[in-house]
């Protein structure tokens, strides 16, 4: 078993050392000492493209489901949550080391509503990355009116008490990169 302090770290081991069964890849955003890290799902691609054979585990901040797919159309075989107990986390780590799928079962299932919309995680996303509404309605094809509407909608879902509240709420719940 070996631990890493970065994801760029452990693609170094799995790519240097090899012969690993198995990958945990902790999804929260992280900031390295020299700036951004990769993301989780980059961590994920470029695990799958190095070991090929190698059984991914993303670890999630919470059970939810636009966090799972993410991870697993990266390319994980398993999705777990923080709030699993190790019992699931168990289950998750074998399935990934048969090449089986698995899926906290806490994480909602297909068709149920998350905490966002896909199109209010499009604009916050947006606005993190230092867009103004202006630019934001622009690129996305929509009204400015209709962008305010998502983040007032956004704001509500999220009890955020204004637009940087609301980012931050995102970017700490793993809503948003």
Same mark, same amino acid.
């Not at 993410?70 to 019992?87: D, H, I, M, N």
């Not at 993190?128 to 690129?139: F, P």
């Given at each position: +078993? /070996? $631990?890493?302090?970065?994801?760029?770290?452990?693609?170094?081991?799995?790519?240097? =050392? %090899?012969?690993? @069964?198995?990958?945990?890849? @902790? +999804? *929260?955003? #992280?900031?390295?000492?020299?700036?951004?890290?990769?993301?989780?799902?980059?961590?994920? #691609?470029?695990?799958?493209?190095?070991?090929?054979?190698?059984? =991914?585990?993303? /670890? %999630?901040? *919470?059970?939810?489901? /636009? =966090?799972?797919?993410?991870?697993?159309?990266?390319?994980?075989?398993?999705?777990?949550?923080?709030?699993?107990?190790? !019992?699931?986390? #168990?289950?998750?780590?074998? !399935?990934?080391?048969?090449? $089986?799928?698995?899926?906290?079962?806490?994480?909602?299932? &297909?068709?149920? *509503? %998350? &905490?966002?919309?896909?199109r209010q995680r499009e604009i916050l996303q947006r606005l993190a990355d230092g867009e103004s509404t202006t630019v934001a309605a622009r690129k996305l094809d929509l009204s400015e009116e209709t962008v305010k509407t998502h983040m007032k909608n956004a704001l509500a879902r999220l009890g955020a008490k204004n637009r940087s509240h609301a980012v931050a709420i995102?970017? #700490? $719940?793993?809503?948003?990169?």
């Amino acid at each position: +078993m /070996h $631990e890493t302090s970065s994801r760029e770290e452990a693609i170094d081991l799995v790519r240097d =050392i %090899g012969d690993f @069964d198995v990958a945990i890849v @902790d +999804m *929260r955003w #992280r900031q390295s000492g020299a700036g951004a890290s990769i993301s989780g799902q980059e961590a994920i #691609r470029a695990l799958r493209r190095t070991s090929a054979a190698l059984g =991914i585990v993303a /670890h %999630g901040e *919470r059970p939810e489901r /636009h =966090i799972a797919n993410a991870a697993l159309q990266a390319g994980a075989s398993a999705y777990v949550s923080r709030t699993a107990g190790p !019992a699931e986390l #168990r289950r998750a780590v074998d !399935a990934a080391a048969a090449q $089986e799928s698995f899926v906290d079962p806490a994480v909602p299932p &297909k068709g149920s *509503r %998350g &905490k966002l919309t896909r199109r209010q995680r499009e604009i916050l996303q947006r606005l993190a990355d230092g867009e103004s509404t202006t630019v934001a309605a622009r690129k996305l094809d929509l009204s400015e009116e209709t962008v305010k509407t998502h983040m007032k909608n956004a704001l509500a879902r999220l009890g955020a008490k204004n637009r940087s509240h609301a980012v931050a709420i995102a970017l #700490r $719940e793993c809503l948003i990169d």
